[in-house]
């Protein structure tokens, strides 16, 4: 047993409806699935920005301990220059033997500023970093906001159904559908 035109026709535009209504149910999934992970990578970028602000507390307190250790040589240098100095019978207060000391302090100074900066600049760069995932945090929440999968579901409906009104009208028009007479003698569509 075969179709007739009509049923075929009838069949044609129900097979484009149940399309249309896979499509939005995909499109809003899929914008569902988008806006978790959006949220999800906002999350995340949330966790980097603080791994990276302890790398900068843990760039400076590195800073202060090399500082510190640099402070203990040089006072262990300049002990023994001290002694050194003072069992050759120098006066330590005057002369090569007081530059010495002062150079020995002057050294120290410029090796301490030189770590301080270099933490500084370290603990900088892992500064920007947590910035940038912060930026990006606020960004996947911004363009996560900004997603509605109802809106995504009736968008992608809304374009199916001029589709399968504009098929429905064609086959309309060209019969596709047949007519048959109400119980009034009115001519209807066979389709309703």
């Known amino acids: ?3 007739s035109a009509s049923q075929m026709a009838q069949m044609s535009v129900g097979s484009n ?4 209504a896979n499509s939005a149910i995909s499109s809003y999934i899929g914008a569902l699935a988008q806006k978790d992970n959006l949220k999800h990578s906002a999350a995340m ?5 603080r791994v990276a602000e302890l790398g900068a507390q843990s760039a400076l307190l590195q800073g202060k301990s090399e ?5 203990d040589a040089a006072g262990r240098l300049k002990s023994r220059q001290k002694v050194a100095l003072a069992a050759n019978g ?6 090569n033997a007081a530059e010495i000391q002062a150079s020995t302090d002057m050294m120290k100074e410029i090796d301490a500023e030189a770590l301080k900066a270099n933490a500084l600049r370290t603990a900088w760069g892992y500064r920007a970093n947590a910035q940038n995932y912060r930026n990006k945090a606020a960004a996947d929440r911004v363009t996560a906001s900004g997603i509605s999968p109802f809106m995504s579901a009736t968008s992608s409906l809304m374009g199916d159904a001029g589709q399968v009104a504009s098929q429905w009208y064609s086959l309309q028009k060209e019969g596709a559908f047949g007519t048959t007479t109400d119980t009034n003698g009115n001519t209807v569509n066979s389709w309703w």
Do not use: P, R, Y
């Not at 120098?90 to 002369?95: E, I, M, P, S, T």
């Open 67 to 71: 500082v510190a250790k640099l402070t």
């Open 45 to 49: 970028a949330e966790i980097n920005a």
């Open 1 to 3: 047993m075969g179709f």
């Open 90 to 95: 120098v006066d330590l207060g005057v002369g």
């Open 17 to 20: 409806v149940a399309g249309a």
